[in-house]
């Protein structure tokens, strides 16, 4: 069964910082990987996809890479601001499984005015 | 443009009661899947569903049951048998061949 974990739980950095969150999984045979943005007590919000022929994706002062190999991924976020405070999940979308959708429990992250 | 739609945004529900909480989408996926999301914490999976009629239960199905009689219609319901059912549900559908995942805008349950 796949897994999927997200270190580190909580971040919080000063506004400004350059910031990397990780999500690794165990199973390399994955249709793509999905980074989210979940504000508190809202649904999820997509912010990039990257299929497992691609290596990294941008969005802005986005970046997600893919290695899938090692069975890693990391979220880029340049020049922090206080608006990009939020619940960071990633999801991996498995080729096989009857159930082949898994999420990481995600990274808080706060950035500090 | 495509989506899922959840209802209703907020509920309460009397201790004993069954509630239904509903999850459409005119994606035309055939995958749709139920999660619960208790403050602070991840998903956890209810119930997912790779085709109508068809559904598996997931890591938390207790107390829970759904029905798939059409693509587009994948309802929750909980029933008195969940003892702590206070929670947000988002409701998902992700593309078979790997395009981005689609989630609902949530449903808040609350005991009263």
């Known amino acids: 069964k796949q897994e999927v974990t997200q270190i580190p739980a909580a971040l919080s950095v000063p506004e400004g910082e350059n910031l990397v969150l990780n999500c690794s999984f165990t199973?390399?045979?994955?249709?793509?990987l999905q980074w989210f943005r979940q504000d508190p007590g809202k649904g999820l919000t997509s912010l990039l996809l990257i299929q497992s022929s691609q290596r990294e994706q941008t969005s802005g002062r986005l970046n997600a890479s893919l290695d899938k190999s090692s069975g890693r991924s990391t979220l880029y976020i340049a020049a922090s601001q206080p608006g990009d405070s939020a619940t960071y999940l990633c999801?991996?979308?498995?080729?096989?499984?009857?159930?082949?959708?898994?999420f990481g429990t995600g990274t808080r992250l706060t950035v500090i005015p | 443009d495509g989506g899922i739609t959840q209802s209703p945004k907020y509920l309460f529900r009397k201790e004993g009661q069954n509630v239904t909480l509903s999850c459409e989408q005119n994606l035309n996926h055939d995958a749709m899947y139920w999660y619960r999301q208790d403050p602070g914490q991840g998903l956890r999976l209810i119930y997912y569903s790779q085709i109508v009629n068809d559904f598996q239960k997931g890591d938390i199905a207790e107390g829970y049951s759904v029905s798939r009689e059409k693509k587009e219609s994948f309802p929750l319901t909980v029933t008195s048998a969940q003892k702590n059912p206070t929670a947000f549900y988002l409701c998902a559908s992700p593309h078979v061949t790997g395009n981005t995942i689609y989630f609902g805008e949530g449903s808040w349950l609350t005991v009263v």
């Open positions: 199973d390399s045979a994955i249709y793509n």
């Open positions: 999801a991996v979308l498995s080729l096989t499984g009857a159930n082949n959708l898994f």
